[in-house]
């Protein structure tokens, strides 16, 4: 009886491992990002873009810095949220996921994070148009970006 009960319990312990170790791997695959890109076509401002320099500096009003990291159980679902809902994002706001310490971090993003003391993943960091910092969060997803955006 003994052997039977630790050789389920192993069986359960296993079926959990695996279901654990495909969610998490499918949820820090690369997310698709649109990124802007100049057209023929007349298009409407992107408002959730991924890092660059062109990217900071084209885009005026109101900024927002958003410090994502791909293993961070609560800047997924924030980004996954910021994608769903971009129509959402005001006209006037561009927020920018800045890479913070994983794999696809570059030297530019690390600089970002040292400018700004983000000194952990999902911090938000509201910029004005020289660059200084206006307001800045931690936590949260579409609603309190919304609230906290001055």
Same mark, same amino acid.
């Given at each position: 009886?003994?052997?039977?009960?630790?050789?389920?319990?192993a069986?359960?312990?296993?079926?959990?491992?695996?279901?654990?170790?495909?969610?998490?791997?499918?949820?820090?695959?690369?997310?698709?990002?649109?990124?802007?890109?100049?057209?023929?076509?007349?298009?409407?401002?992107?408002?959730?873009?991924?890092?660059?320099?062109?990217?900071?500096?084209?885009?005026?009003?109101?900024?927002?810095?958003?410090?994502?990291?791909?293993?961070?159980p609560?800047?997924r679902?924030? #980004?996954?949220?910021?994608?769903?809902? %971009?129509? !959402?994002?005001? &006209?006037?706001?561009?927020?920018?996921? /800045?890479?913070?310490?994983?794999?696809?971090? #570059?030297?530019?993003?690390k600089?970002? %994070?040292? !400018?700004?003391? &983000?000194?952990?993943?999902?911090?938000? /960091?509201?910029?004005?148009?020289?660059?200084?910092?206006?307001?800045?969060?931690?936590?949260?997803q579409?609603?309190k970006l919304?609230?906290?955006?001055k």
């Amino acid at each position: 009886m003994k052997i039977f009960a630790i050789s389920v319990l192993a069986a359960v312990l296993a079926i959990v491992g695996i279901l654990y170790f495909w969610q998490t791997r499918q949820q820090t695959e690369k997310p698709l990002l649109i990124e802007s890109k100049k057209s023929d076509m007349a298009q409407p401002p992107l408002r959730y873009l991924n890092y660059s320099k062109a990217n900071l500096e084209k885009n005026t009003g109101k900024r927002v810095l958003f410090f994502y990291a791909s293993w961070c159980p609560t800047c997924r679902p924030a #980004d996954s949220d910021f994608r769903t809902n %971009a129509d !959402k994002i005001p &006209a006037d706001l561009t927020l920018i996921r /800045v890479n913070y310490n994983d794999p696809e971090t #570059d030297q530019e993003e690390k600089d970002l %994070a040292k !400018k700004y003391e &983000a000194t952990y993943q999902h911090t938000y /960091v509201q910029i004005d148009e020289k660059g200084g910092v206006v307001t800045k969060w931690n936590g949260g997803q579409l609603d309190k970006l919304l609230t906290e955006v001055k």
